[in-house]
């Protein structure tokens, strides 16, 4: 009986893996991408449409300085006439609200800054006041 010694080979195969490194960067991206879009935590809620634009009411800016002269845009009003001047800015029943927005110096008596948001308010305006510094 004769028993043959197979021969090993020394030699070794190899897999080229550049192409397969490729391919899963790729997929890693858009797994990555696409778990960054899909958030499973969003509120779904129908928006309503028009089909005409939207209004835009513009803000009626009242001015009050340390010395108690009220001023509606530039113009100069009487303290005593402030509801009569301010209706003419405030359209009544317009469906958009109309905004007052209160520019006062720092020097200026709160007593009067309140006066303008009361009449405002009472005209059906909404009312936000800023308060700056005299030099």
Known sequence: MSLRKTK?????SD???GPLN???FILLMFFLMIST??????????VPKSKSDTKQKQSVVVSVDK?????????????D?????????IIEGDSIK???VINADSVAQWGEI??????????????????????
Do not use: C, Q, W
Not at 114 to 135: N, P, Q
């Open 8 to 12: 090993l080979r020394d030699e070794h």
């Open 15 to 17: 897999v080229d893996t």
């Open 22 to 24: 490729d391919i899963l």
């Open 37 to 46: 879009l899909a958030n499973p935590n969003v509120i779904k809620m129908s």
């Open 67 to 79: 010395d108690k002269n009220f001023f509606i845009g530039s113009k100069k009003i009487n303290p």
């Open 81 to 89: 006439s402030l509801e009569s001047s301010l209706k003419k800015y």
């Open 98 to 100: 109309p905004a007052v």
């Open 114 to 135: 309140v006066k303008v948001m009361k009449v405002a308010r009472k005209l059906g305006a909404t009312t936000s006041a800023t308060v700056s510094g005299s030099d």
